[in-house]
């Protein structure tokens, strides 16, 4: 069952949907955690060490962190996967190009398929800068979130990566929050307006909130 569900449309949909909702819920939780790093270096170390001991002394050292990093990573593959096997589906679909262009589409629409490219490599780096510190600049200092994230956005290059993956991560929550409720059923005539009202409050919010951290180092309010 789980198979027929899988190689359906609808079930490669739910699974976006479902994966979509996961990492929104996260997103929420982490651009709250980020914004900690207004409050000081203190602040933010200590948020960043609580990371680690979530649910001690039931959980070991960092356990509950290393939970949520595999339930993400399920998402984020399953997300992936789901939707590269839909948008191939609908290539061979219609093989052949419309005759007449929709210019309709909203530009968040049109471009779901490279921003979910430019978020996946975002992803990447972002991890391998801040996490594992393999590409991080100034030298990486574990322990020291504070220090590390003004390090990365004291480069231009740091703060112009992570910006236009912001402005690609907005665009997408935009546009999915919308599909992802129309396809689990929550969307209707009535309620069509307050989703999308909603989609582009969130999708302003997280935006914001994600860039106000470079901006703050750029600015020397954080440093």
């Known amino acids: 069952m789980a198979r027929t569900m899988w190689d359906s449309t609808v079930g490669k949909k739910t699974v976006m949907a479902v994966s979509g909702v996961i ?17 000081g270096a203190g602040e933010f170390n200590h948020y960043g060490h609580w990371l680690r001991t979530v649910g001690e002394p039931f959980m070991h050292y960092e356990w509950t962190l290393w939970l949520i990093r595999v339930v ?29 262009k929709k210019p309709r589409a909203g530009y968040a629409t049109r471009t779901m398929r490279w921003g979910g490219v430019i978020l996946g490599l975002f992803i990447v780096w972002h991890v391998l800068d801040l996490t594992t510190g393999t590409v991080h600049s100034g030298g990486f200092q574990e322990g020291h979130p504070y220090q590390n994230v003004v390090d990365t956005f004291s480069t231009w290059y740091g703060n112009v990566v992570y910006i236009v993956a912001m402005l690609a991560l907005g665009l997408h929550i935009r546009h999915g929050f919308w599909s992802a409720a129309q396809t689990l059923g929550v969307g209707s005539r009535t309620r069509d307006r307050a989703l999308k009202t909603l989609a582009n409050v969130l999708a302003l919010l997280l935006t914001a909130g994600f860039i106000a951290v470079p901006v703050g180092v750029m600015t020397g309010v954080v440093s």
């Open 23 to 39: 990492m929104l819920l996260y997103l929420v939780a982490h651009v709250i955690g980020n914004l900690k790093i207004f409050f």
């Open 72 to 100: 993400l990573l399920v998402a984020v593959v399953a997300h992936a996967t789901s939707a590269y096997q839909l948008s191939r589906r609908d290539i061979r679909a219609r093989p052949g190009k419309y005759v007449h």
